[in-house]
């Protein structure tokens, strides 16, 4: 499955980048989600950056990098074989924390490249240990100007409403290959 061949790539790049910048490790934040034909899917990773994001990046002991992969799933309707990523999306981010009322977060994952493959990623900054809230609004690829076929005989239905996508993660995130 694509998503474990994704978490994989990431897990040895972020162990990787451990040997050489300090400790860092990938994580899975939450189980994927299918909706409107996609699976979406939620990683986290410390020691992640990208060559140019506006505003900077999110840098200190409790920064976290944040990765969604959308994928096509079986039954999309818009064209997209399964497992195929979604382009042209615009991903926004809401993070809150449990017991911190103050604690509000919220920016733009941009679209990367890297050796598993494209996906949306931005830096955030947490607020110490804690549970978080993540959600992923996800609009379609509409909003950058990707057109849909309408003549009969190539036609795919209007694209989705934005999603909502939300998980509940505990930090510090539990690296994926711990040791027994």
């Given at each position: ?13 972020a162990?990787?980048?451990g ?32 060559d ?10 409790d920064?976290l ?58 830096g955030?900054?947490?607020s ?14 509409s ?26 993660f ?11």
């Amino acid at each position: 499955m694509l998503s474990h061949r994704f978490l994989a790539g990431l897990a040895l790049a972020a162990l990787s980048c451990g040997l050489v910048c300090g400790p860092a490790f990938a994580g899975t934040i939450g189980e994927p989600l299918q909706r409107e034909g996609l699976e979406i899917s939620a990683h986290a990773e410390t020691g992640g950056t990208l060559d140019h994001t506006p505003g900077g990046m999110a840098r200190g002991a409790d920064a976290l990098f944040l990765v969604a992969d959308v994928r096509a799933g079986k039954d999309e309707p818009h064209g997209f074989s399964e497992h195929s990523f979604i382009p042209y999306l615009s991903i926004s981010y809401a993070l809150s924390k449990d017991g911190a009322p103050t604690y509000k977060q919220a920016g733009l994952l941009y679209p990367a490249a890297s050796k598993t493959g494209p996906h949306y990623a931005a830096g955030a900054q947490l607020s110490g240990p804690g549970t978080y809230h993540l959600t992923y609004i996800i609009s379609p690829p509409s909003t950058h100007g990707m057109m849909r076929q309408t003549d009969k005989a190539s036609a795919v239905p209007e694209w989705w409403k934005p999603i909502n996508a939300n998980w509940t993660f505990t930090y510090p995130l539990n690296p994926p290959l711990a040791s027994k």
